[in-house]
C-alpha cells in the first residue's frame, strides 16, 4: 500500500492551471456536429476528478473546494491518497490496476468530515471518480427493494407491451417522485411518439404526441447509446468548469459515461421553453439499437440518490428485455392467421395448366395470406389479378420497375408514392405493397390501400427551429398540432412479410413444374412427330433406293452386254461412252447401298454381344485378301481387346478404315497397316469416361489436320472423283457405328506421311 504523507504546504503558487471548457459557439444550424461529450465542464451537484494510471490527479473541477475544501491548484498534480487519504485510496486501487471492474452501486468514502457516494469510470486511460453527498435515508433503500419487486409483477400480470409500458411509466413515477414519466418511442426516422405515460392531474397528457426527430440530434442519440442515465438536477445550473495543468498540450476530457457532465446550451434552452426544472432521462436498447427513452420531467428543480436512479435505470432495462416477448405475443395472433392461410394455399393441387394461376388468384387465402386488399400474379406476360389492384398496364409496368429495382428480388413499402411518383395509375389506388420475384420476368405483388392517419405533435414539426433577433433557437411552443398523413397504407408486419415470403417461393416451385410439364408435353408431341417423320423417311428412303436399283441394274445389264459384243462395230467414242455410263451406273449403286447403310445404323440393346476385336480382324482381314495381294499391303498387329459391340456393324467399321488406307496408299512406297490398342486411358473426347482405344495407321498419302474433323461429313471429299472412287460415305458410316456404340472416331494426318484414325469403346460396356 502507497503511503503519502498529507502536507499543507503546496507549491501551487508557481503552477499555472487552466479550465478545459469547451466555448465553441453553439446554435441550431451546427447543434448536430456540438461535441457534448467534451463540454469541458459538470452540474454543480457533486464533482469530479480524473487521474492517470499513477492515480495522480490531472482534472479536477473548479467546485471541489465546495465540497473537500481544497482549491483546484491543491489538487491537481497530487496523489489521490494525499488529497483523500490512504483508506479512500485503498477503495479505489482495484479499479486503477483493473480496468474491467464495473461498480453497480456506488461506493461509500468518507472524506473533509462528510459521507460521500462515489461513481467510477475509465474515460481512456483516465479514471474519472465523481462524488455526491450522501443523503440516503434507511427507509428509502426499503422503498427502491419494493418497488423492484413490484415491477417483477408487472412482468407476470400483462400480455402486451403498451400494457407493460404504462405499469412502468406509473411505476416509475412513484419511486422517483417526478411530475411527468413517458415512455418514448422512435420510428424509424427516429422521430419520437409518446407510448406510455404517468403524470400529475393538473398537467396537461402528453400522451399519444408526436415529436420531430429533430428535437434528439444525431450525436445524442449516439451518447443515450453509451450512457443509459442522464439526470439534470436544475436546468437553471451555473456550469462547473473543469481544471487540468497547463503544460501547452491542448488538453480536453471525455465525459460520455459521467454522471454529473454538463447539458448543451441547445438542450437546456429546449427544455426551459417546455417549462421543465429537471429531468432523468434513461435509455431503453433494444437490438443495439436505439428504441426509446423512459423520459421523467419535474417542474422545479430535484435530484435522485444513487440507489433510486438505479431503481429507475432498471425498469428500464426490463423494458428492454420484454421487448421482444411483447412484440411476439401480439404478433403472434397475425403469424397463426397467415400461416393458416399458406397451409391451405399450398396444399391445394392443381394441374399443370395456365388455368391455375386464374384459379390461385381468385383464392380467397391468397389476400388473407397476408392481409392485403388486392394481389396480382404476372405469369409468361399475363396478369392474373384480385381485389383492389391497379390496371394490367399499370401492375406490368410496376413489375419491370420493381424487378429492377430490387434486382429481381423482393421490396416492401407501406409508401410506394416515395419511389414512384410518376406512377399516378398505382398510387392513386395503392399506398403499399409486398413485391416478389418469380424469376424469367414473373412476379406476385400484394397491395394495401391508403390509410389516412391522424398524427398529433407537440408543436408544428416544420417549426422546430424558430429565428428571431439574436439567432436561431428551439421552438418555444408545443401546443397540440394536427397533421394528416395520406398515401401511406397500414405498415406490413413481420409475420406478414415472412408468410408472403414463403409463398412465393412455393409458387416459383409450382411454377417451375407446370413449366416443366408443359414442356414435357410439347416434347412428348414432338418426340412423337419426330418418331413418325423418321418411320415416314425410312420408308420413302428404302422405296427410292429399291426402285432406284432396278433401272440402274438394267443401265449396268445393257451397257455391260453391249460392251462384251466384239461383233458389233462400235466407234471409239461410242465404246467410250458405254464405259463411263456404265462406271456411272455402278458409282450410283455403291452410293445406294452405302445410304442404306447409313440409314439403318440403330442403336438397339438386344443385338450388343461381347465381341473379340482379334476374330473379327481376322475375318475382315479374310474377306480382303485379294485388295491386300494387289497391293503388296503389309500388316502389323497387336493384341486387341474383348468390347460389347454389334459384330456385324464393328466387321464394316474395321473393313471401311483398313479398305480407307489401301484406297489412299502412296503409289511410291508398299502400304503398311499397323492395328495397336491401349487401354483402359481417358477418352479425350469425352471427360471422365475410361474407355479401349484402338488405332489403325497407314504411311498412305495422308491429309492436313486442319480436315481431321470435315472428312467425316457424309459425302465429303478431299480428292476428285476421278483420283479415287468412292461415295464419300464411308468415314460418315464409321463414325455413326461409333456413336451407336457410345464411343468416338478421331483422326489425325500429315500430308504425304500417312494417316490414323483411332476408335474408343467405353469400358463400362465390357
Known amino acids: 500500500m502507497l503511503s503519502i504523507p498529507f502536507t499543507t504546504t503546496f507549491l501551487f503558487l508557481a503552477m499555472k492551471i487552466k479550465d478545459i471548457v469547451n466555448r465553441d459557439i453553439v446554435n441550431l444550424t451546427n447543434c448536430e456536429h456540438e461535441p457534448i461529450h467534451v463540454p469541458g465542464s459538470i452540474q454543480p451537484h457533486g464533482f469530479l476528478v480524473a487521474m492517470n494510471a499513477q492515480a495522480k490527479i490531472d482534472f479536477c473541477s473548479g467546485n471541489i473546494s465546495d465540497y473537500i475544501g481544497m482549491m483546484p491548484e491543491a489538487v491537481l498534480e ?7 487519504g490512504d483508506t479512500n485510496f485503498e477503495k479505489i486501487e482495484p479499479f486503477l490496476k483493473d480496468h474491467t471492474l464495473n461498480s453497480v452501486l456506488p461506493l ?15 474515460s481512456g486511460d483516465r479514471l474519472i471518480f465523481e462524488a455526491e453527498v450522501d443523503q440516503n435515508e434507511p427507509e428509502e433503500i426499503v422503498q427502491v427493494y ?6 417483477v409483477s408487472y412482468m407476470n400480470n400483462t400480455n402486451t407491451l403498451k400494457n407493460l409500458c404504462d405499469l412502468v411509466a406509473k411505476g416509475t413515477r412513484e419511486i422517483t417522485g417526478y411530475d411527468r414519466v413517458m415512455v418514448y418511442r422512435f420510428d424509424k426516422e427516429y422521430n419520437g411518439e409518446v407510448f406510455s405515460e404517468s403524470c400529475r392531474d393538473d398537467l396537461e397528457p402528453f400522451l399519444g404526441l408526436h415529436y420531430p426527430h429533430t428535437d434528439i440530434p444525431v450525436q445524442a442519440r449516439e451518447l443515450y447509446l453509451k450512457n443509459l442515465l442522464r439526470l439534470i438536477a436544475d436546468i437553471n445550473y451555473t456550469p462547473v468548469p473543469l481544471y487540468t495543468f497547463d503544460d501547452g498540450s491542448q488538453k480536453t476530457l471525455d465525459l460520455s459515461l459521467s454522471i454529473l457532465r454538463s447539458t448543451s446550451p441547445i438542450h437546456v434552452e429546449y427544455l426551459k421553453n417546455m417549462g421543465v426544472g429537471a429531468t432523468l432521462t434513461i435509455s431503453l436498447i433494444h437490438q443495439e439499437k436505439l428504441w426509446g427513452l423512459i423520459a421523467c420531467h419535474h417542474y422545479s428543480p430535484k435530484n435522485l440518490t444513487p440507489e433510486i436512479r438505479l431503481a429507475a435505470q432498471l425498469q428500464g432495462q426490463f423494458i428492454t428485455s420484454q421487448i421482444d416477448v411483447r412484440q411476439s405475443n401480439e404478433e403472434y395472433e397475425v403469424s397463426r392467421k397467415t400461416n393458416m392461410a399458406l397451409e391451405k394455399l399450398t396444399g391445394f393441387d392443381l394441374p399443370p395448366i395456365a388455368e391455375s394461376y386464374k384459379i390461385i388468384s381468385y383464392n380467397p387465402e391468397l389476400l388473407r395470406l397476408c392481409n392485403a386488399s388486392g394481389v396480382s400474379m404476372l405469369i409468361s406476360g399475363k396478369v392474373y389479378a384480385n381485389g ?9 409496368a410496376l413489375s419491370e420497375w420493381l424487378s429492377s429495382y430490387s434486382h429481381d428480388s423482393s421490396f416492401y413499402t407501406d409508401k410506394i408514392i416515395d419511389f414512384v411518383p410518376n406512377m399516378k395509375q398505382v398510387c392513386d389506388v395503392v399506398s403499399g405493397l ?13 397491395y394495401r390501400p391508403e390509410t389516412v392517419i391522424e398524427v398529433q405533435w407537440g408543436g408544428d414539426p416544420e417549426k422546430a427551429i424558430i429565428k428571431d433577433a439574436n439567432g436561431l433557437h428551439p421552438r418555444n411552443s408545443f401546443e397540440k398540432w394536427k397533421q394528416v398523413i395520406k398515401n401511406r397504407s397500414k405498415p406490413w408486419m413481420h409475420p406478414e412479410i415472412t408468410v408472403a415470403a414463403n409463398y412465393a417461393h412455393a409458387l416459383q416451385k409450382q411454377i417451375n413444374l407446370m413449366l416443366l410439364s408443359e414442356e414435357e408435353i410439347k416434347y ?8 413418325e417423320s423418321n418411320e415416314e423417311l425410312e420408308n420413302i428412303n428404302w422405296i427410292s433406293t429399291h426402285d432406284l436399283q432396278e433401272p440402274l441394274r438394267k443401265i449396268q ?10 461383233e458389233e462395230n462400235f466407234n471409239s467414242n461410242v465404246m467410250v461412252s458405254l464405259d463411263r455410263m456404265n462406271k456411272s451406273a455402278n458409282r450410283m449403286q455403291n452410293l445406294i447401298v452405302d445410304i442404306l447403310k447409313y440409314t439403318r445404323i440403330k442403336k438397339n440393346a438386344e443385338l450388343f454381344e461381347k465381341v473379340d476385336l482379334n476374330l473379327l ?14 497391293s503388296g499391303a503389309e500388316i502389323i498387329r497387336s493384341e486387341l481387346p474383348v468390347v460389347n459391340g454389334i459384330p456385324f456393324l464393328l466387321r464394316q467399321l474395321f473393313s471401311n478404315i483398313i479398305l480407307n488406307s489401301l484406297k489412299y496408299a502412296d503409289s511410291k512406297r508398299l502400304p503398311v497397316i499397323k492395328i495397336t490398342a491401349d487401354g483402359p486411358i481417358n477418352d479425350p473426347n469425352i471427360s471422365n469416361q475410361v474407355c479401349h482405344s484402338v488405332s489403325f495407321s497407314d504411311n498412305g498419302i495422308g491429309f492436313e489436320q486442319q480436315y481431321a474433323e470435315s472428312i467425316f461429313n457424309i459425302f465429303s471429299r478431299l480428292h476428285n472423283q476421278n483420283e479415287y472412287s468412292g461415295s464419300g460415305v464411308g468415314l460418315a458410316l464409321c463414325r455413326k457405328i461409333m456413336q451407336t456404340h457410345d464411343g468416338n472416331i478421331t483422326a489425325s494426318g500429315k500430308l504425304g506421311e500417312g494417316a490414323t484414325f483411332t476408335i474408343y469403346f467405353p469400358c463400362e460396356d465390357v
Open 524 to 531: 412428348r408431341k414432338l418426340s412423337e412427330r419426330l418418331r
Open 388 to 396: 383492389i389492384v391497379p390496371n394490367n398496364v399499370s401492375v406490368i
Open 557 to 566: 445389264f445393257i451397257s455391260s452386254m453391249l460392251l462384251s459384243k466384239e
Open 434 to 446: 409486398i413485391y416478389y420475384s418469380l424469376g424469367n420476368g414473373n412476379s406476385i405483388i400484394w
Open 78 to 84: 497530487k496523489h489521490f491518497a494525499v488529497v483523500f
Open 617 to 630: 480382324l481376322d475375318e475382315v482381314l479374310a474377306d480382303s485378301k485379294e485388295n491386300f495381294s494387289e
Open 146 to 151: 419494493n418497488q423492484t419487486l413490484q415491477f
Open 108 to 122: 461509500k468514502l468518507d472524506f473533509s468530515d462528510k459521507s460521500f457516494q462515489c461513481s467510477l469510470h475509465f
